[in-house]
């Protein structure tokens, strides 16, 4: 097994672009360091429509409102979502997808340091012919690699992503290489089981990581409250 | 909003106009003839959620600035037009009205169990990648 930079293409080109975007980088590191309700603020700004603050302060309260621990935050993660939420319908899809890839390499590097981490990476196994689409964030380092899918919804997970994880993971172990496979998806678990429970696709053995959950991946215990 | 214009006093109150505006929202999404059946099941995830969110007693009052955030984000989810975008919301919304209805001022949890991320296979459940 080993990894490899996906080949430049036109998709790459443009979301390269989308990537590099200093707003990406921006709401990404303020959503590492955010709580639950204020990743759920976030979620529900970029995908809404109201774009004046107060809107969302009203249906924040416990967020937003006077008396709020980490109210600034709060309030800085609202101005960077109302950000991505002006853009245009297709930018904003293209700017949340980045999001949440850029969120999910910062969390990964915490647990596994920069230098391991990697995006857009291909996996290769010997006499297994290569996949199209590399993997959103690959960990690897020896004897402790991952991939992971990154998704802004449930909705996006298909069983064409079922089979690519699964698939690798299979491969690995073909190798007698342990692999841990998952999504990563900046939804609801209630949302992700619902559509995970229509896919056919295979399940077993897949990591999943929602919006509840996100602080595993740097190796943080997730306390319910 | 309840049919006098004001907002919900009680919990009871707050989830009917919670659940009139998922029904709202689903009405939009199920448009989208390929989610369907996704629709409908994240349709009823979400009635479900909301009714946990509101408790059994549906006369306990709620104070003002929840029931104005759950008149608030049902208003959201009325200006969604888009069915795809409606989709989205109808996973989102539960779980807002939930913050709105459930969460201690600033110290908000979702009540599902954060830790039991595995929503599909069992084999995945609390699996942190960090273990």
Known sequence: MRFQDAAPDARHAVYAAIQADPLVARVAGLLAAATYPQRLLARAVMNGESTDAATWRTMFPTVLGPGSPDRDRAEAVLAGALEVAARGEEVRSQLRGAIVESLAEILVARRSGTAAVRRERRILFDGVRTEIHPYDLTVESPGREEAWDCKWGARGINDDVLNQLDDARRHAAAEERGLRAGLVVFDLRASCAVRLAERTGPKAGLLLVTLESLDVLAGMKVVAG | ?131
Do not use: C, K, Q
């Not at chain 2, 989830?15 to 099941?41: C, I, K, N, P």
């Not at chain 2, 029931?67 to 109808?90: F, K, Q």
């Open chain 2, 1 to 131: 909003m309840s049919n006098n214009g004001t907002p919900p006093t009680s919990r009871g109150a707050a989830l009917a106009v919670a659940l009139g505006a998922l029904e709202a929202l689903a009405l939009v999404a199920e448009t989208v003839a390929d989610e369907w059946t996704y629709v409908s099941r994240l349709t009823a995830s979400g009635r479900a959620r909301l009714a946990r969110a509101a408790g059994p007693a549906p006369e306990t009052p709620l104070a003002e600035e929840r029931a104005s955030a759950v008149v608030a984000a049902a208003a959201e989810a009325g200006r969604v037009n888009d069915p795809h975008r409606a989709i989205d919301w109808l996973s989102t919304f539960p779980a807002v009205v939930e913050l709105a209805m459930t969460a201690p001022a600033g110290i908000a949890a979702p009540s599902e169990g954060a830790t039991d991320e595995g929503a599909a296979s069992r084999d995945a459940a609390g699996t942190s990648p960090g273990a």
